[in-house]
């Protein structure tokens, strides 16, 4: 099974601005998140962006950059293009992985390949982990799914699922946003309009539930938790000072 790894890297960030280029503890946040997914089994690692400042430190660090369309709404819609320009095969498996992600496990990164190399009624892998505490459940930031007997998302939701989700609850998980895709699946994805459950939850996953496409579903097999991405001063600063004391 071999795969691929695409980065999608946007400058513009109404929390973060220039958040892929952001130092932590001495290199940028794109390099980090690079980093992790070269540690990966993956056979290529690309940078997907529509910045000339991202291509230029990209390439320095020794990274391969495809220059994308700057009218993309989503990483999705950034990967298959990466995927078109490399005319990689509709079978082909990519791992979208978030470049706000500098602390990634590799691990994670092949497992999701692996899944979906697995399982080829899926046209997407994803992974979750047990949900840990009321307040991630009562968090809309921490997004929920909920799986069927099979092990495919059943629904995503910022709100708490099932109804009366606790820590004790069987099916109540935290997604951990990185996606294992099929380029064929990509490829449908970007003709489809945003669905309403979509729009109403913004969560593009469920452009695809909608659409009839089995999501994989498994619970990540790291040894640690693996933290979300950084979208806050807060969140930065801790990766920084976790970085540091490393």
């Not at 001495?26 to 997907?48: D, H, L, N, W």
């Not at 994670?108 to 892998?125: F, P, R, S, Y």
């Not at 099916?171 to 309009?193: D, E």
């Amino acid at each position: 099974m071999t795969f691929s790894v695409v980065i999608p890297a946007r400058y513009a960030a109404s929390r973060l601005p220039g958040k892929p280029l952001l130092d932590i503890a001495g290199k940028p946040m794109i390099q980090r998140t690079f980093e992790q997914a070269q540690a990966s089994a993956a056979t290529a690692v690309y940078i997907a962006t529509d910045d000339e400042r991202i291509k230029t430190v990209a390439e320095g660090f020794g990274a391969r950059v495809c220059m994308t369309s700057a009218e993309h709404r989503s990483g999705t819609d950034r990967l298959q293009e990466v995927a078109a320009q490399l005319r990689l095969e509709d079978q082909h498996i990519v791992v979208n992985v978030q470049a706000d992600e500098p602390l990634i496990p590799p691990e994670a990164i092949d497992q999701v390949a692996n899944i979906l190399a697995a399982n080829a009624d899926a046209g997407i892998a994803t992974l979750c982990e047990t949900i840990s505490s009321q307040e991630q459940i009562d968090n809309p930031n921490v997004v929920k799914v909920v799986i069927d007997n099979q092990g495919n998302a059943l629904y995503f939701s910022r709100s708490a699922i099932p109804w009366q989700g606790s820590v004790s609850a069987r099916n109540c998980f935290r997604h951990i946003g990185i996606y294992a895709y099929r380029v064929s699946t990509l490829n449908q994805f970007v003709q489809w309009a945003p669905s309403e459950l979509e729009v109403q939850e913004k969560l593009e996953q469920l452009r695809v539930l909608s659409n009839g496409v089995k999501v994989r579903v498994q619970l990540a097999l790291c040894e640690q938790a693996i933290p979300p991405g950084v979208d806050t001063e807060h969140e930065l600063e801790a990766v920084r000072s976790f970085l540091a004391e490393t």
